[in-house]
């Protein structure tokens, strides 16, 4: 069964870090570009960060840049995405999922399989 599986989510304060990380299982994501997306309450699915399958190469909104860094493991079949510094505003659900290419703009209508996602608030 291909499934994608987010986990690493929490409560944590403002100025804090978590890691978030997306497993794969019943296929392998060597040849997959791996995005990642979060929805808010009452706001769309928005593009977080994207890591091709080939050369590594990765993407980042505006709004997570400086903060947030995507990274592979192909060895664990794992997708990354350590977050620091995190804002109040970056409190969402967070998804993974996979395309063969990072689109120029990360939009979900361009990936295929979804993980679950995981709620990561940001609160004092």
């Known amino acids: 069964q291909v499934q994608l599986v987010e986990s690493g989510g929490g409560l944590v304060q403002p100025g804090g870090s978590l890691r978030l990380s997306c497993a794969a299982s019943g296929f392998t994501l060597d040849y997959y570009a791996i995005g990642w997306f979060r929805q808010a309450p009452g706001k769309e699915r928005e593009g977080v960060s994207c890591i091709s399958s080939s050369d590594g190469s990765t993407y980042y909104a505006d709004s997570v840049k400086g903060r947030f860094t995507i990274s592979r493991d192909n060895a664990k079949n794992t997708v990354y995405l350590q977050m620091n510094s995190l804002k109040p505003e970056d409190t969402a659900v967070y998804y993974c999922?996979?395309?063969?290419?990072?689109?120029?703009?990360?939009?979900?209508?361009?990936?295929?399989?979804w993980g679950q996602g995981t709620q990561v608030t940001v609160s004092s």
């Open positions: 999922a996979t395309t063969f290419r990072c689109p120029i703009v990360v939009v979900p209508r361009s990936f295929g399989s």
